[in-house]
């Protein structure tokens, strides 16, 4: 397909699409004639996933870019990773430089407790995120729960591995694996775990604050609290 019909397809402004080639986001197209390219289906998955990092995750430009360059290497790279740290920042609000040494030692255990998790890969450490699930806790255990343990986070494991179990169930045709002969097949992928984390995040955590209210309010005004159904396996 031409330009054009590119823009038209993908929702995006021809201007724009231009800059993302000027700037290496996007690959070049197929050399059609003079001063003309043509492009694929790998164009219109690349530029769907920019405009989900751009307008979903609200990443900057040059998260956008470190994303696609890692696109370009293939399985030699890691899209998701990249975009994952991107969004996720470490939460340092609430910590101070002394609370360091605790820092590194509670990470320690939480990266232990995902290394025994059954759905953990050995050699994918860096999606462990073990960093900023244990400033997180250390927070917890000065506002919240003084002895709330890294054990105890396995439920939330749990849960988390069941919701990702039920959004990948929904991808067309099941959980997409790329191929590794086409290294643009990784923009799918990458796009649909992003929006995946994006927007079920959001969802999950209005569930959760809605729960905690209704909870609340059923206990100050002294009604029934229904237990939850734990799943059957």
């Not at 003309?36 to 164009?43: I, V």
């Not at 759905?119 to 462990?128: C, I, K, P, Q, S």
Request: charged share 30%.
């Amino acid at each position: 397909m031409r330009l054009a019909e590119l823009s038209q397809r993908a929702g995006v402004p021809r201007s724009t699409i231009k800059f993302y080639l000027r700037e290496g986001l996007l690959p070049a197209g197929a050399a059609s004639a003079r001063n003309q390219a043509s492009y694929g289906s790998q164009h219109l998955e690349r530029l769907a996933l920019i405009r989900a990092l751009r307008e979903v995750a609200e990443l900057p430009l040059d998260s956008v870019a470190k994303v696609t360059a890692e696109l370009d290497r293939g399985w030699k790279g890691d899209p998701i990773g990249e975009a994952m740290r991107a969004m996720h920042t470490l939460p340092s609000r609430g910590l101070a430089r002394e609370d360091a040494p605790e820092l590194r030692r509670l990470t320690g255990e939480v990266r232990d407790l995902m290394r025994g998790l059954p759905w953990t890969v050995d050699d994918a450490e860096a999606h462990f995120y073990a960093d900023e699930i244990a400033a997180a806790l250390l927070l917890v255990r000065r506002h919240l729960y003084p002895d709330y343990s890294v054990a105890e986070l396995a439920l939330h494991a749990e849960i988390a591995w069941l919701l990702s179990e039920e959004e990948f169930a929904r991808a067309p045709g099941g959980a997409r694996v790329p191929v590794l002969a086409h290294g643009d097949d990784l923009a799918e992928p990458t796009r649909r775990a992003i929006l995946g984390s994006v927007l079920f995040e959001r969802i999950f955590a209005a569930l959760r604050r809605s729960a905690n209210a209704m909870r609340s309010i059923r206990i100050a005004t002294s009604r029934r609290v229904p237990r939850a159904k734990r799943r059957k396996r």
